[in-house]
């Protein structure tokens, strides 16, 4: 399963909707949502994140619900933040390279 943090989809919702309105966005959202399952936060992933004590606690908390997922990867243009984490952080161009590999 490939999942998109919910932060994620309200941030591509509110640029799409400032460049192109309000149904495109939705649009946008409804066609993301047919290839991603949004990543759910809990106070679990938030308690734990906090114990992390990371710089960029946005960072700590993707981490803390990757892990509950189990997820084999961290796509992000700043891999340097998750180095002490557990999950692989790879920006998207290292993503997309990897996933043209399996095919």
């Known amino acids: 399963m490939s999942y998109v943090s919910a932060?994620?989809?309200t941030d591509i919702f509110y640029i799409t909707q400032k460049e192109h309105g309000k149904n495109t966005a939705r649009e946008?959202?409804?066609r993301l949502l047919q290839v991603f399952y949004?990543?759910?936060v809990t106070d679990k992933n938030i308690y734990k994140a906090l114990e992390l004590e990371w710089e960029d606690f946005e960072d700590s908390v993707q981490f803390t619900v990757g892990e509950a997922i189990s997820a084999d990867f961290i796509v992000t243009?700043?891999?340097?933040?998750f180095r002490s984490g557990s999950i692989?952080?790879?920006?998207p161009e290292q993503f997309i390279q990897t996933i043209t590999d399996l095919v």
């Open 88 to 91: 692989a952080a790879v920006t």
């Open 77 to 81: 243009r700043n891999t340097r933040d």
């Open 38 to 40: 949004p990543a759910t």
């Open 7 to 9: 932060s994620a989809i």
């Open 28 to 30: 946008a959202i409804k």
